[in-house]
């Protein structure tokens, strides 16, 4: 049995470093590895390098709760994230790979009014921009999740919550690898263990990129995927990132008989719960109370975790903890995400994905990839540029977040 699959073809291939490419691209996570993948695929560029300091996924891509959602509070998050959703409803068709996406549904807890207040004010911005999303109440939320304690004596009783049939779950590695897979079968570079340590800029123009192996790569557009790191990579280039970068803690219990069919997220304590189709429960919580770049797991985290997940569904305290990580989240101003050209001609990013970049992973590397082809960013993404920092024009989206920052 072991001999199993020794034979298999590898999803990419190895490459020397070209000394040149026309577009290099730092980060081979789910953005970066899609924005490779659309430039060949929409847009006949090939002659493109992902370089990556660890291996494919091994950030924000591989460290998320693989949750799909795109109930959010403004018209252009709601927009942009539902045509992530819409990408990734066939992107196993697209990528002849299956990446398991699960449309079982997304509740979103309201314990008291003013959240309560919120769910009605996303469900109508959702209905708008044509997003199924409606407000229901406790009857309803116990027929869809029979486990969750509703009744009206719990410290934080349920008033009611927006449920979003389109959200779900997907096998997160599964993506990163269909996407590296199509990327390289046409023609794209993916280099491994290739950690940028310095980018070229000559009379406000990038030219190219240094890695730590000591090589020199010229290219007239570097695009800066990464999550963690987006501050660091961007400095290199002389654009500074109004971004603080926090870590965010998740857990995954030993696997159990099905028996949650449905996303469910609680602001109010800090937790969402899906089950896997292996059957265990991924938990996650909110984003560390202190900017760090550690991805280490801590007790405090799931000391807290379990007292809250306990309160929404006591059934619960008998199953044990497998693993906890962490993860490391680019947080912005608003709570948007900054995408396409900055000051220094040929130098685009697309980070500051704070706690919503996994399921951005497709219409970012789409729209990155129409960016980067037409010199200007598309409609999709106009609002998220750079300079609305400097302009006043913020996209407020922090009233969308799974839970409290
Ligand atoms: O925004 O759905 C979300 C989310 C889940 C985990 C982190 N963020």
């Known amino acids: 049995g072991l001999g199993v699959g020794r034979d298999w073809e590898r999803a990419f291939r190895h490459h020397t470093p070209r000394e040149s490419y026309d577009v290099v691209i730092v980060g081979g996570g789910v953005h970066g590895l899609a924005t490779a993948h659309y430039l060949a695929v929409n847009h006949g560029i090939t002659n493109v390098a992902v370089l990556e300091k660890s291996y494919i996924g091994s950030g924000g891509s591989g460290r998320n709760t693989a949750i799909l959602r795109s109930n959010y509070l403004t018209p252009e998050g709601v927009r942009f994230y539902d045509r992530s959703v819409k990408l990734y409803e066939h992107l196993a068709a697209d990528l002849n790979f299956n990446v398991m996406f699960s449309q079982r549904g997304h509740m979103t807890l309201a314990h008291n009014d003013s959240s309560l207040r919120t769910m009605h004010w996303r469900a109508e911005v959702n209905k708008l921009q044509g997003v199924d999303s409606s407000v229901i109440d406790p009857p309803e939320i116990k027929k869809l999740v029979p486990y969750l304690d509703v009744s009206p004596s719990t410290r934080y009783p349920i008033l009611g919550a927006l449920y979003h049939p389109p959200g779900g779950i997907i096998r997160h590695d599964a993506v990163v690898w269909g996407y590296a897979r199509s990327a390289d079968a046409h023609g794209v570079h993916i280099h491994q263990k290739t950690e940028v340590v310095g980018i070229d800029v000559v009379a406000n123009r990038v030219t190219g990129v240094r890695t730590a192996d000591g090589r020199r790569i010229s290219a007239p557009v570097v695009v800066n995927c990464t999550a963690g790191w987006s501050t660091l990579i961007s400095d290199m280039a002389g654009v500074a990132m109004p971004v603080q970068t926090f870590p965010l803690q998740a857990a995954v219990t ?52 379990a007292g809250h997940v306990l309160e929404l569904m006591p059934a619960l305290s008998k199953m044990r903890l497998l693993r906890q990580w962490a993860g490391l989240c680019d947080m912005t101003p608003d709570y948007s995400p900054i995408m396409g050209l900055t000051p220094v001609e040929g130098f685009y990013v697309d980070v500051g994905w704070g706690t919503y970049g996994f399921k951005a992973g497709p219409v970012s590397g789409e729209a990155m990839a129409a960016c980067i082809a037409n010199g200007k960013p598309p409609e999709i993404i106009a609002a998220f540029g750079l300079d609305r920092f400097d302009e006043g024009r913020l996209v407020g989206e922090k009233g969308a977040a799974a839970v409290g920052h």
């Open 254 to 305: 030993e696997p159990v008989r099905p028996f949650l069919d449905t996303v469910v997220v609680s602001g109010t304590l800090h937790t969402y719960v899906s089950q896997t189709d292996r059957g265990e429960l991924v938990f996650g919580a909110s984003v560390d109370p202190f900017a760090s770049y550690s991805t280490r797991g801590s007790l405090d985290f799931v000391e807290g975790l």
